[in-house]
């Protein structure tokens, strides 16, 4: 398909990229302890983006029989496109990244049935009145990019992995839940994932009351990504080209933690959002964004790039009906040296923190949260005395990540985030207790 775009844009544009993909995904998925769904979906699409008369036009289409009309529409959008101020890479020698391993497409939805009911009565069996959802998807990924500088290239991913949210009705609701990164082609251990949504049941048996107030927080792997999530919105070339992030003049500044180190990997073996190039053909590459608490600069696709002035870091985002912007793939932070019942040890009155909803909800440009706390705990003396109810944590991002007492020493795969527990030495605690 992206050949053919080539040959009929050829003459007509001077320059012209496609981009071509092709995903197989299966999903197996369970409701309230029973099979509710199995289904296989097919999807493929084109993108096509030129530069016509210095200026940027894009469109898509999924109708292998429509080629010429999606050139058509990707011609006329360039009349009233950006102007074009880059240039549609050559060809770069790539880097080597495992993202298909076939064992992983190996495994029948038979299998993810089985393993499905296995994990279920496993943890009923520890914890009977707790009903659990599970969602297996295996995704097979295709995907084809070509532009009339001579890049043709080419990547298939393997994507599998289960997600589990368990719920009781205990004093009110309490949800529970765990994530298994199974893209590597490994079997499913059931053992681990029972003990883990085991153990936070039973955490979770005696209600403890939490006043609202400045506490010591501990945030598990599972909770840490929406507290990142300014951080990884501020960082992005689209807003350094408009001026509005917080991040804007302070590359080379100390502006979190120096326990903190936080990297974008898209060259991560068997990591969900891996692949040997970007979205416009560009070398992926594991780019550190910040060094011990030192910003180190933005991520930038070839558009917002030559806008600032800098060069492409390999960050172009995309799917086949959506034009590049810059965007992270798996975002690791480095891990400390501290074990998780050190960091706990320390605290006299606190919380530990395994699962927030809400971080799309606040002003991210700001670097604003406002989380509510699904799954959390209080701390007494060093240990856990019982779950808390109705709780929520705000704060800014930045300074939150400014005043971390300790970062864990093992890191949980979570599929495209890979990150150990962070202890934040005070945050804002609201709490329906008063």
């Known amino acids: 398909m992206t050949s053919e775009v080539l040959e009929l844009a050829a003459g007509r544009a001077s320059a012209v990229e496609t981009y071509g993909v092709e995903v197989d995904r299966t999903t197996v998925e369970f409701r309230q302890n029973e099979l509710q769904a199995q289904a296989t979906r097919l999807t493929q699409g084109c993108g096509v983006r030129v530069i016509a008369e210095g200026r940027v036009g894009f469109s898509s289409t999924t109708d292998r029989d429509g080629l010429e009309d999606v050139v058509n529409a990707a011609m006329e ?3 009233f496109g950006r102007p074009a101020q880059f240039r549609l890479p050559g060809p770069e020698r790539l880097p080597r990244v495992s993202c298909m391993e076939n064992r992983v497409m190996l495994v029948a939805p038979a299998r993810m049935v089985e393993w499905g009911r296995d994990l279920i009565t496993a943890v ?13 998807t295996r995704t097979y990924r295709e995907v084809t990019l070509a532009n009339t500088s001579g890049l043709e290239e080419s990547f298939v991913r393997a994507e599998f992995d289960l997600w589990v949210s368990g719920l009781i009705v205990r004093d009110g ?8 990164n199974l893209s590597d082609g490994r079997q499913l251990e059931l053992e681990p994932v029972a003990n883990r949504l085991t153990a936070l049941a039973r955490h979770g048996r005696t209600r403890a009351r939490l006043k609202s107030g400045s506490y010591p927080v501990v945030v598990m792997p599972t909770g840490l990504a929406g507290f990142l999530l300014p951080l990884e919105v501020g960082v992005s070339g689209k807003l350094r080209e408009k001026k ?17 180190t936080i990297a974008d990997n898209g060259i991560r073996n068997h990591a969900l959002a891996s692949a040997p190039f970007d979205g416009e053909g560009v070398p992926r590459r594991r780019s550190v964004l910040f060094d011990r608490g030192t910003f180190q600069g933005f991520a930038f696709d070839l558009a917002t790039a030559a806008a600032c002035g800098a060069r492409t870091t390999g960050s172009a985002s995309r799917d086949y009906d959506s034009a590049p912007v810059p965007g992270l793939t798996n975002i690791e932070l480095e891990p400390g040296a501290t074990r998780l019942e050190d960091a706990l040890r320390g605290v006299t009155e606190g919380l530990i ?15 604003e949260v406002a989380l509510s706390v699904v799954c959390g705990f209080k ?12 709780a929520m944590i705000a704060g ?15 890191p949980r795969d979570l599929g495209s985030y890979f990150l150990p527990f962070v202890k934040f030495a005070r945050l804002r605690v609201a709490t329906k207790e008063g």
């Open 77 to 79: 959008t360039a009349r």
């Open 396 to 410: 800014n991002a930045y300074e939150m990540f400014k005043d971390v007492e300790a970062v864990g020493d093992t």
């Open 244 to 260: 509005t992030t917080p991040l804007l003049g302070r590359e080379s500044e100390q502006v979190l933690d120096p326990k903190v």
């Open 173 to 180: 609701l309490f949800w529970v839940s765990d994530y298994v």
């Open 353 to 367: 923190v395994y699962d927030v909803i809400g971080g799309g909800q606040s002003n991210l440009l700001a670097g």
């Open 379 to 390: 701390v007494e003396n060093g240990a856990v005395v019982g779950r808390v109810k109705d």
């Open 124 to 136: 009923r069996s520890r914890v009977p009145d707790m009903k659990l959802d599970l969602t297996f």
